[in-house]
């Protein structure tokens, strides 16, 4: 799994994704003002693969929380007990409709290893409670949202109850303003137009990559590249290449590119 991540350390100008605006900052200041929560991370996903699949799959990520954090994260590959990202793969759909509340640290079906996660995110001070909200677009694009809140143990009930409405308006916010062209749908059927070897091109074409180079990748001369590119452009109805890139991306027929941002 690579996350194409868009990093806000402690709410502050950090690195962005292709697929983040510069005012999202400003967006999620005022999140933070709203909910006086800790920290939030945001991650779209698709939800047309199921199980363990699932964890292959390019995901994309927002987060505000500490750079030591995120890279003390990829150093120990937290991704594979952090329940935030494991849910993508294991919980039922129905249980994560959108609108849906969970607290992470109170699912009873906790792994010892996930709880030993959640236990070091409130060592690091990110927080005591963790709570997500499932999102999706109009598009049905799903989205999940974490807010880390400190708050006494007696109190969560009471602060949950307050905020709820917020938590959900929010993060439906959130999720429209990263991924509210996102049509899961649209892309399935364009990318059944597309044969594979065309959208590896693309794939890699929106890397930066040169026919040459796409070739030797791909183990292909590189006229053969130029083929399926142009093939691909003449299906999307683009004018040029980079607009045939531009559309597959925004349409999610391919994943982001490999940027610094990916770990």
């Not at 605006?21 to 967006?27: A, R, S, V």
């Not at 709203?34 to 699932?54: F, K, M, P």
């Not at 009471?158 to 429209?176: C, E, F, P, Q, Y």
Request: aromatic share 8%; net charge positive; hydrophobic share 40%.
């Amino acid at each position: 799994m690579h996350f194409d991540l868009a990093h806000f350390p402690d709410f502050q100008e950090g690195f962005l994704s292709n697929n983040v605006k510069h005012d999202t900052l400003e967006m999620l200041a005022g999140i933070r003002k709203q909910l006086n929560c800790r920290y939030i991370t945001h991650i779209g996903h698709s939800d047309q693969l199921t199980g363990e699949q699932a964890l292959t799959q390019d995901i994309s990520v927002l987060t505000t929380f500490p750079m030591k954090w995120v890279l003390r994260y990829s150093a120990k590959n937290y991704y594979k007990v952090d329940p935030l990202i494991r849910g993508i793969a294991l919980f039922q759909r129905q249980a994560n409709m959108p609108g849906t509340i969970r607290n992470l640290a109170a699912d009873a079906g906790l792994s010892p290893e996930a709880r030993q996660f959640l236990r070091d995110c409130k060592l690091r001070g990110l927080g005591n409670l963790f709570l997500t909200v499932s999102v999706a677009n109009a598009y049905g694009f799903r989205g999940v949202t974490l807010f880390t809140f400190d708050v006494d143990p007696a109190d969560e009930a009471g602060l949950v109850d307050g905020i709820r409405k917020r938590m959900t308006a929010v993060s439906t916010r959130l999720h429209n303003t990263l991924h509210g062209n996102r049509n899961p749908a649209l892309a399935a059927a364009v990318a059944n137009l597309l044969t594979k070897r065309e959208i590896d091109c693309l794939y890699w074409a929106a890397n930066g990559k040169t026919d040459g180079e796409i070739g030797e990748i791909l183990n292909i001369a590189r006229w053969t590249v130029v083929t399926y590119l142009q093939n691909a452009k003449n299906k999307l109805g683009c004018s040029n290449r980079t607009s045939t890139v531009a559309t597959a991306l925004a349409l999610g027929v391919i994943e982001m590119p490999v940027i610094a941002g990916r770990i």
